[in-house]
């Protein structure tokens, strides 16, 4: 079933106006930064279900993935596949992470603004998984942001570190700041 979006919907979701996540990608909104490039942004959500919750955005707005140019969900996608790597080989610990991505209201999106979620998983996690999915960030002690991102961007900088498994893994390195 297509749900409809009103005019006045499409036409924000297509510019982006009053858009948080257009805000972050320009500096002009406060987030933790975990990795920014020219087409990408990856930074802390605000109410991570886990620790080392992140979110990976194209800096140029679309609303939806039917607003997103092909190749630069490809690029998305690749970067949440490194950032996964990276939670592994981070102090984080993470034994595997969920990859998620909301596509518009019917499938529960509420930033309209394309974005790829990278939740970090741990072995016997089911019990804080849960209750961070339930209560997003609202219980529990809150992990220094400051901290998750340097330990997420050290897990980066190891996963670069290591010898390329497969070729595509030098063709597709984005050089990261
Ligand atoms: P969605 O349900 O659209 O897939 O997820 C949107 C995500 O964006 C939620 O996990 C929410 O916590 C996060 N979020 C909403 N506003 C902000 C914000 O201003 N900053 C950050 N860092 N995350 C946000
Ligand atoms: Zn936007």
Redesign the pocket.
């Known amino acids: 079933m297509v749900t409809e979006r009103s005019g006045a919907e499409r036409r924000r979701d297509a510019d982006g106006d009053g858009c ?1 996540f257009c805000r ?1 990608a320009a500096g002009t ?1 406060p ?1 933790t930064t975990v990795y920014e490039d020219d087409t990408l942004c990856a ?5 991570p279900i886990a620790r080392g919750h992140t ?1 990976v955005i194209p800096k140029r707005h679309a609303g939806t993935l039917d607003d997103l140019d092909t190749a630069l969900g490809t690029r998305l996608f690749s970067l949440g596949h490194r950032l996964a790597k990276a939670l592994r080989r981070s102090a984080l610990g993470a034994d595997g992470a969920n990859l998620l991505l ?1 596509d518009g209201r019917s499938a ?4 309209h603004h394309v ?1 790829l ?1 990278v939740v970090p998983r741990h072995n016997g996690d089911i019990r804080t998984f849960t209750t961070g999915f339930l209560f ?1 960030g609202r219980v529990g002690r809150r992990p220094d942001p400051a901290a998750t991102a340097a330990a997420i961007r050290a897990g980066l900088d190891r996963l670069d570190a290591e010898a390329p498994t497969t070729p595509s893994d030098t063709e597709d390195k984005e050089p990261h700041a």
């Open positions: 948080v972050i909104a987030a930074f802390l959500d605000i109410r979110l909301n529960f999106q509420t930033v974005h979620h997003r």
